[in-house]
């Protein structure tokens, strides 16, 4: 689970224990970085973390070949500006959750 905006994760810290959707996410987030001195936390926009719209695009499409989902996001309606880490983890345990019942 993505902590709490009171509990801020350095980019360069391991999840020990973590959750695999945090971790995964974590990990094709950090390749789009343009600095590492980011620390983030559940509320943190893709914007302030430094990702910008086709950087989410890509980060998106990563996701679904990582998870093999594919992930309900659509750039127009809600924009790097406004997408935090918490509402893409939510789109991945949502799809993985979708996945889960076809199967």
Do not use: C, H
């Amino acid at each position: 689970m993505i902590p709490s905006v009171e509990a801020v994760i350095p980019v360069q810290a391991s999840l020990p224990g973590g959750d695999d959707v945090e971790a995964g996410l974590f990990q094709i987030v950090r390749k789009y970085l343009k600095t590492q001195d980011a620390d983030w936390t559940a509320a943190t926009t893709m914007a302030e973390a430094q990702i910008d719209s086709l950087d989410l695009v890509e980060v998106i499409f990563e996701i679904e070949d990582q998870f093999g989902v594919e992930i309900n996001f659509n750039a127009n309606a809600k924009s790097a500006d406004e997408t935090t880490f918490g509402d893409v983890v939510d789109l991945i345990r949502s799809a993985l959750a979708a996945k889960a019942r076809r199967a």
